[in-house]
């Protein structure tokens, strides 16, 4: 760190905490370079359209029975379940790691510490909606980065912080584009008797589904719940036949 006292041949002028980069001279008295803070800023900014993405993939992964319209309960997912996405759009995921920055900044910059409260009781942290918190972390974030850039001695661990939450976001929605399909289980529709039985596949950037065989389509995310009870149906009277 800066320091005034220090003899003239050992003086080090002042690095970004961040990068190692020498800092200008009208940068000399922060903690971070400017290009470090808009590198930041830039990924806040892009944060909450990759973490809106990632949520609504997950909601596909997490099975017909989540939330929406009541089904036959069935517990499969409509496209497989991806451990990467499901952890960062998870309450301890981008939600809990933005807010142990808000926090840290909340502390060091001299603010309050927000309660989460719906005026009546108080919530555990974990306890609140990654959807809603996500972006209202981003908000707080943006709105004190610059502080932070100026005066706070550790924002440059936070920083390092923002940049990998970005990159893995960024690299779980850019897996999500992969062209590859997935299988989505066998075709359950009945012709002449005869159940068709074709693999179906499926991308999750397009929800559509078009049996090759028989060429039945389920076009959209209603569709695609009553193809897994048809799924279903196909499957249970399977059992039934073996029992
Ligand atoms: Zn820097
Ligand atoms: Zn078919």
């Not at 995921?93 to 989460?116: F, P, Y």
């Not at 179906?200 to 076009?219: D, F, K, P, S």
């Not at 193809?227 to 279903?232: F, I, K, S, V, Y």
């Amino acid at each position: 760190m800066h320091n005034p006292a220090a003899p003239a041949d050992e003086y080090e002028w002042p690095t970004c905490t961040a990068c190692n980069k020498q800092l200008w001279d009208d940068e000399y008295q922060r903690q971070i370079c400017r290009p470090c803070e808009d590198k930041t800023r830039n990924r806040l900014g892009e944060l909450p359209d990759l973490f809106a993405q990632l949520n609504s993939t997950a909601a596909l992964m997490r099975g017909a029975s989540g939330g929406g319209a009541p089904t036959s309960g069935s517990k499969t997912p409509l496209i497989p379940p991806r451990l990467d996405v499901l952890n960062l759009v998870a309450a301890g995921g981008v939600a809990a790691r933005l807010q142990a920055i808000e926090d840290s900044w909340r502390v060091a910059l001299g603010r309050r510490i927000e309660h989460r409260t719906d005026r009546v009781r108080l919530f555990a942290s974990w306890r609140s909606h990654p959807a809603t918190a996500v972006p209202e972390h981003i908000a707080f974030l943006k709105i004190n980065l610059q502080r932070a850039a100026d005066s706070y001695e550790s924002v440059a661990q936070d920083v390092e912080e923002i940049r990998r939450l970005h990159a893995e976001c960024t690299a779980a929605v850019a897996n999500e584009r992969r062209p590859g399909r997935v299988q989505t289980g066998l075709c359950p529709i009945r012709i002449d008797g005869r159940l068709c039985r074709a693999q179906l596949t499926a991308v999750a950037t397009n929800h559509r589904i078009r049996c090759g065989q028989c060429g039945t389509e389920w076009a959209d995310l209603g569709a695609w719940r009553d193809l897994r009870q048809q799924q279903d149906a196909v499957l249970a009277e399977a059992a039934g036949v073996a029992a």
